[in-house]
């Protein structure tokens, strides 16, 4: 493969999954990277697209920041922010091959589960009857701890926010934009740590990210444009099975 239809082919790769997180406001990062890091190598492809996830969060930022729901993220960042020193100071007694392997399984479970309930409730997500679950729930709360937790020790923990924010923002838009405030927050103190250790802005990142930026801008524009269109029904639909197919690529990222 030339250096031409590689490119080509990322950028084929982060427009579809940059519109997904478009619409849905999460996914593109745990989507693209399995098949962007046989491409570019490991150490090249997490923070080129920790940045354009950091643009396109920007961007719904700036498109709908009047609908941030400030207390949910404060409350999200509160208990994931419990669970991450924890799992940091675990990491060295969990096996990550297990570990990912067990969340994967349990992400398609959600997603099928979620699927089906959903599809249930068809009528009244239909009639705009969307109602949100409390967040003062202790399996909430366990949730985002379990996520502050995961994330800590592996880098993965934003299913289980997604889980959460999936119950807490029954609203489309609240649910999106509140997901990409914490995204950005997150990237935004990862590109800094990156940035102090002189792993960010290389020659090669930089020249990767010019190359998929047109490609990241199409994703981006598409999946606002979408994002604006579909109901609540499909909506929901599409959310499970991004954690679905998110599931079934950390699963087989685990494995192979």
């Known amino acids: ?48 697209l920790v940045a354009l996830a950091w643009i396109l969060a920007g961007y719904i930022i700036i498109r709908s ?17 419990i ?13 990550e091959f297990v570990l990912k392997g067990i ?27 969307v109602q949100a679950v409390s967040r003062k729930t202790p399996m909430m709360k366990g949730i985002l701890l ?11 923990g934003g299913p289980f926010v997604v889980i959460y924010a999936s119950k807490a923002l029954a609203n489309k838009t609240l649910f999106r934009v509140t997901l990409c405030l914490l995204w950005f927050s997150l990237n935004t103190v990862m590109m800094a ?3 102090i250790e002189g792993k ?4 090669e990142i930089l020249r990767n990210i010019g ?17 604006h269109k579909v109901n609540e029904y499909y909506f929901k639909i599409l959310v499970y099975a991004v954690l679905f197919a998110s599931g079934l690529v950390m699963g087989y990222s685990t494995i192979f």
């Open 1 to 48: 493969m030339n250096e031409a239809e590689r490119i080509i082919l990322v950028g084929l790769i982060v427009l579809i999954t940059h519109c997904l997180e478009g619409i849905t406001g999460f996914g593109c990062t745990v989507l693209a990277l399995p098949f962007v890091a046989m491409l570019l190598g490991l150490k090249t492809a997490v923070p080129v």
């Open 65 to 81: 920041w009047r609908n941030i729901r400030w207390k949910e993220f404060f409350f999200i960042l509160l208990y994931v922010g």
């Open 83 to 95: 669970g991450l020193p924890v799992g940091i100071m675990i990491f060295d007694c969990f096996s």
């Open 103 to 129: 969340l994967s399984v349990f992400m398609v479970f959600v997603g099928i589960h979620g699927f089906i309930k959903t599809y249930r409730s068809k009528a009244e997500l239909l009639n705009g009857n």
């Open 146 to 156: 379990l996520g502050g937790i995961v994330h800590g020790a592996f880098g993965t």
């Open 193 to 195: 740590k990156w940035s």
């Open 200 to 203: 960010m802005w290389t020659g």
């Open 211 to 227: 190359f998929t930026l047109p490609f990241l801008i199409g994703g981006m524009l598409l999946g606002d444009f979408l994002h």
